[in-house]
């Protein structure tokens, strides 16, 4: 799956944009809208604290730094305790470290707005909506022209993978 990002002019090209998605097969849980604060978005699926913020990544770091940690930590308790203990330890202690980073870098990822929508910032400020749509890899070209060929004044503003590339 990729993400796709139009910018829309007004809340009427956007109601377009998403009915002809709607039309073509996209349900609601692929389709997010991000508006200006207080824009009644009325049916158009709202971005969610997900879209909006850097949870997901801030978590995945903290999952990869504190899994290091506790390996380095369990290396450490290991070395200290010679070799009576197995190795079970020190996976409990990595996954004890993995799950407390995630939780943590999480959080904090909860109170800082998503670095890739943070570009359209200021387009958003303006009154600009930006829609992004979550489709299979082989329809971004089909999609992207039928938005742009119906809706002119919609910009097309790219593609990122959701996952990394190894799982797409």
């Known amino acids: 799956m990729r993400r796709i990002y139009f ?7 956007t109601h377009k944009i998403v009915d002809e998605l709607r039309s073509v097969g996209i ?11 207080d824009t009644p978005l009325e049916d158009l699926p709202e971005a969610s604290e997900f879209q909006k913020t850097d949870f997901v990544a801030a978590m995945e770091r ?4 504190g899994g290091a940690t506790g390996l380095i930590a369990g290396l450490i308790g290991l070395r200290f305790a010679g070799f009576a203990i ?3 330890p020190v996976l409990g202690v990595l996954l004890y ?3 407390i980073g995630a939780m943590m870098s999480g959080l904090a990822g909860l109170q800082v707005g998503n670095s890739k929508v943070k570009k359209y910032e200021e387009a958003i400020e303006r009154g600009e909506l930006l829609v992004m749509v979550d489709i299979p890899k082989g329809s971004i070209e089909a999609i992207s022209k039928l ?3 119906h809706h002119p004044t919609a ?3 790219g593609v990122e993978p959701l996952l990394p590339p190894s799982y797409s």
Do not use: C
């Open 86 to 88: 197995a190795g079970g």
């Open 155 to 157: 910009h097309f503003e």
């Open 62 to 65: 903290g999952a990869a730094l």
């Open 27 to 37: 349900e609601d849980r692929h389709m997010h809208v991000l508006a200006k604060r």
């Open 97 to 99: 470290g993995a799950t």
């Open 147 to 149: 938005i742009t060929k």
């Open 7 to 13: 910018l829309s002019p007004n809340l009427e090209t």
